[in-house]
Nanobody, 119 residues
Framework: QVQLVESGGGLVQPGGSLRLSCAAS????????MDWYRQAPGKQRELVAT???????NYLDSVKGRFTISRDNAKSTVYLQMNGLQPEDTAVYYC?????????????WGQGTQVTVSS
């Protein structure tokens, strides 16, 4: 059974930093791209960052230069380092993986971790 467990959210002042972690189990972690999404109140969930199995990364334009996604295959964990946080970064952050099962893609999500940026 695939499980994704996020941690590291919290309350931070504008300009501050947080590091989110997502520990995966039930999958061969190293062969999958991993993503971080976020959902702010009243808004649709949006893709924040992606890291491929080979380590290539992509980011939402509004977080480029501030957020860094990384992975540790030995620990089956993906990270999101968030620097220069702003109130508009306030959201629930979700870890995501898409796995193909008998030819059909299936999405798995963590439970989410709240990030609140406020003075």
């Amino acid at each position: 059974q695939v499980q994704l467990v996020e941690s590291g959210g919290g309350l931070v002042q504008p300009g501050g930093s947080l590091r989110l972690s997502c520990a995966a189990s039930g999958i061969i972690f190293s062969i999958y791209a991993m993503d971080w999404y976020r959902q702010a109140p009243g808004k649709q969930r949006e893709l924040v960052a992606t890291i491929s199995s080979g380590g290539s990364t992509n980011y939402l334009d509004s977080v480029k230069g501030r957020f860094t996604i990384s992975r540790d295959n030995a620990k089956s964990t993906v990270y999101l380092q968030m620097n220069g946080l702003q109130p508009e970064d306030t959201a629930v952050y979700y870890c995501h993986v898409r796995r193909r099962e008998r030819g059909t893609p299936r999405d798995y999500w963590g439970q989410g971790t709240q990030v609140t940026v406020s003075s």
